[in-house]
């Protein structure tokens, strides 16, 4: 993980140097739009310590999420085959208790009625053992793998067997997690500038590049927040569309 004072280094050379986010083999001698406007809006100064330290923290908690990931799938794989077994021993103990019920009936004025109650209490008491046992380790689980054999859990681990606190589980979720966030922070903290959408792309550009990650073109930005606004509107319109009367 890249040191705070190189990150910085890093990211304040790029965006304060005269040919900032300009295409690929254009004039380096000269001024690009992306350098002018930042120096048009003055948002080059609004890149302060204290904020870019805080964009560099996202940075690392997005590394800790990625890192995070195989953890979630070696507590699932051990588990879920607990889970299984639980959910067995529960369906067979009702099963057992459904034939003593019906044996009970049958051996009515032959057997004493305590004999069945005292093996339905011994029974009773186990399946409470084996559903707080499925309700532990369901608990252990991230929400997204509560599915069967797992089961909806009453109460959340104040110690958590993991660290990973976003929604989803899928291999982009720690990207588009910092896509967002660090697109949010950015409009936050230079709105006022009213810089273009694609120049703060080349920032969050920027960003990835002073980290040491793969470089992101500016257009794969673009392309991921029009493509989200786009499905949020149609989520919009479907939950606004009146439903026709039969």
Known sequence: MIPFKRFRS???R????????????SDPSAQSPASRELKKTKADKLFT???VR??????????????EQPNLSMLRSTNVPKLVKLRNAQNSIKAVKA???QVQKNTAGVVAPEVWESAMGAL?????????TRQFLSAMLHPAQRKAPAQKVRWEHALKSHKYDLPTLGAKAPDKWLYETLNRSLMERLQR????DITRYRIMTALFQAFGL????PTTFEEYFREKATKQKARTSDTQRPVKKS
Request: proline share 4%; with cysteine; hydrophobic share 35%.
């Open 54 to 67: 805080s964009l560099h923290l996202l940075f690392c908690e997005h590394a800790r999420q990625v890192d």
């Open 214 to 217: 793969p470089p992101i073109k």
């Open 193 to 196: 500038s009213k810089i273009t």
């Open 99 to 101: 034939r003593i019920r």
């Open 124 to 132: 009773s008491k186990a399946e409470s053992e084996l559903r707080e």
């Open 49 to 51: 310590q204290t904020f």
């Open 14 to 25: 790029t965006v304060r140097s005269q040919d900032f986010g300009a295409e690929r083999y």
């Open 10 to 12: 890093n990211f304040i």
